[in-house]
């Protein structure tokens, strides 16, 4: 082949570069497996994330294994808790049938989900199967399940937060289980969060609920500087929330907002109602009402934000 | 028998003297001493997460361990030729195979002496508990894995090259949950014939995963420890498995001509 024929090309493709470059905006960069919650957790809900456990090739999924592990002590269910729920309020829940991957359609039931190692009725491989039952930590299915603290998680979600810095969820639920015990800990793990993913307002949200909580003190006193420091996070997450939230999303067709959840959009209103009752309790009542009445016609209307400025108007 | 225990004694004395052993338990010792380092928030309560990482760590050691000691005795044997005047004594071919298994089988339980000695040490220092039953059962259970490993890689080493030996027998080691998990999964989806494959492979192929009690160590206050008869079934299922892959590593040895 004659050399002239590549050069013209090349050429024209290096002196574009500059251009291209010109578009190039590293702090957008997101890891190739750092897609929405959403997708994450449909990959996870799938046979292949239980089978797999602990040698997934992602730290972060590997997390979503290790959680259902971890909170049924050692007994490994098909994934079936709710990871919105837990991130949100910490609730252990399991999740509906939404995006499984099972065999058994008819028979399952979210809150007896099938265990990895099969029952002796399900099961080919004989005394096999009867050892590996004995052996590993196993569990009727059919029996109610025991739901154990998540404190035995937190080194997990350090560890997935190490590995994998934008793992918002990771900091989400950590931070959820550490609260109660270690505020200032968990609030400086949220930092951390805010830190490595400045788009998350999620994480800003829930600091500001932990430092709000943190600034009164146990004697009733209030801490100025973490009421200011509560004041800066809830305003962040709301200019946050603001910024992504699709434009018209519509809570009866979620499934036309792909980037969007209900668990997010409960999220971004929850933001923005902290963020205007902290304006009411610290500072003034006029702005709360603005604050009310701007965010509710944001969303297109939310009952509590207007309830809540009719009162605050009606007050003396 | 003396024949058997002087061999076995020349492997394990070489395996202690080599210090692979040491260099082994040293980097996972560091490894699991690393991961320590993490600031874990200065929380109570998270020992099932420094129970779960050096018994994982540990557990791979010792069978990386078992994997290479067995799988390089018979190779390099023929390879440095000091087979022939072992031969030329009167040992017979099975006492060669069960003395050389026998140093690895020691070998290996030095080594997983060790690791323990450390996680016991380690646990008690952190102030944790430790279920005592269930974890004598553990160690025990490792043994009997690591028996089969061992003559597992035995025998490949007699039918293989030794690269090929040592890479089966690890990735047999390391799927086997893995591969339990997949092989439920997968039947009712299989024709006749493929469930009678797959009913094969799981009766052919040792299926470790049956030893594997580390989860239940980890999270061992609230399981109890295993009944006689459940151990009793599964020191049985090592020796039908080891004796098999001592047998076909004798056959494989039997035909090399010497």
Redesign the interface.
Known sequence: MNGAYWRIPSLAAFLLLPLLAGRVRPNDYEASRRDSQTAIERRNRTAIAAILGGVRTSMADMMFVKTEVYMHNGVAYMPHLNMDALSQRGEVVADDHDGHDDHDEEAYDPEFPPTVIPTAGKDFRGIVGELERRVRPWDDPDRPHIHTSGIELLPWYRMMTISDPTNVRAYQIGAWWLKGPKPEEALGFLKEGIANNPRAFQLPYLAGQIAAKLAKGENGETDSARTAEAWEFFDAATALMMKERPEGYDRDHPENFPGWSEYKEEDARGAVRFAVYFERDHGSRDAAIEKAVRYSEFFGGDGVLDRLARRLENED | MNAIRLIAKGVLIEGVRRREIYAVVLVSVLLIGA?LT??????E??E??YREVALLVMSFATAATAVVLAARQLPREFENRTIYPMMARPVSRLQFLLGKLSGVLLATLFCLAIFMAVYVAGTLWLGHRIPWALFGQYVF?QLLMMTIVATMSFWLSMVLNLDAAISIAAVLY?SA??L??????I???LTTVG?YL??AF??LVP?L?????S??A??GT??PP??LA?MA??TA?AAVYSSGFVGLSLLAFRRRSL
């Open positions: 991961v993490v600031d874990f928030f200065d929380i309560g998270i099932k997460f259970l390391l949950s893995v339990s998990s997949l092989v439920t999964y039947f009712p989806d469930r797959l009913t799981v009766y299926q995963q049956i030893f594997d009690l989860a239940k980890t999270h609230d399981w295993l009944s459940t079934m599964l299922y």
